[in-house]
């Protein structure tokens, strides 16, 4: 349920921001998508923590698994990091330069491999780097006596390098640094707090769930104030601290890190609750989507696509614009859905899409 709703959290979040490149600036419809942006942020969060704790749940009582659990998710996720790479830079170098050559091409393949800055695979590329360092993870977060405290030390920590990313990188240059501490967004250890955080809910899962239960409320109510509140930091980075646009819809601010842990509680909760109802068709489809979630992250590029191109067609003011983002919102998602239905009913292009998993379950029960 989770990661259903956190890759619908990230599609309408680079829907939206098709919608505002199509539209007026200085308009009002405009302005409210944008200071909308800081709202979705939570997704990638979201992912980060689902990483953490269903690596540790899966693997707790697990030794020795190192190799074989190198080699499960080099096939997961190396797989459709490189397939994808590939397939989607071909069309864009056509696109770009209007014609096509294997120089021009590798050119520009190989930076996107190692950066892991194209066609939204930054996501893809720190996984990666959590999955090489998650056998030793697991045995040092085994060894640990006092997890509880060394989540407390992991949130300060990651709250002293959010104050740092906002309030004093802007003004240091950073141009000769390492690729790695240069562009902190495609570096794991940027997003420590979220893995251990999931780590830490799976040793203590039945613990937490009751805790949340019992203060649903507040973490509801707290949500929803927060939620509302993105709004002013939109306009606090604009209207104060001057920030360029790119810098105020950083997802990297202190402000989201309390956002991005009451989302993931809430989400949690939303999912315990709906999982309650015991509706079997609901049930199926959520587990269904669930499966199909990495997919579509992985081809959410291509509906992407289709949608920049319709709406270039279209002539109306941004208000008639903002009217059609439903539309565009169900069509990139039905699209992605779609996509990862027709390659994962196929082993050979299962892999692709990282469901080569589901197909082989599928075969046996046939």
Known sequence: MMRLLFISGVLMNHVTTAFIHS??????????????????????FGFMFISGLVLVYQYQNSSDFMLTFWYKRARRVGIPYLFWNLTLMLPTVIYQARSFTWHRYLNHLWPALIHGN?????????????????????????????????????????????????????????????????????????????????????????????????????????????????FGLFFYNRQILHLSLGRTELIHQPYLLIYGILTVCVTWLLGHHLLAKKSSHLNHLIKLSSRYSFGMYLTQTIPLMGLYGLLSLVSLPSWGILLLLPIGYLFVWGCAWGINALLGHFKITSYVVGLSTLHQQNKARM
């Open 23 to 44: 539209m007026s600036h200085g308009s009002f419809s405009r302005l409210f998508l944008e200071s909308s942006h800081l709202s979705l942020h939570f997704t990638r």
């Open 118 to 230: 194209k066609f939204y695979m930054y996501f893809l590329f720190v996984i990666i780097q959590f999955y090489l360092l998650f056998p030793f993870f697991l045995k040092w977060w085994h060894w640990l006596d006092r997890q509880g405290l060394v989540l407390g030390i992991s949130f300060l920590a990651q709250l002293i390098l959010l104050l740092g990313i906002k309030y004093l990188f802007p003004g240091v240059d950073r141009s000769s640094w390492p690729f790695f501490f240069r562009s902190y967004g495609m570096n794991v250890f940027t997003y420590q707090f979220y893995f251990i955080f999931g780590a830490y809910t799976a040793t203590h899962y039945q613990q937490l769930t009751n805790l949340w239960l019992k203060y649903q409320r507040l973490l509801w109510s707290a949500t929803d104030i927060l939620a509302i509140g993105t």
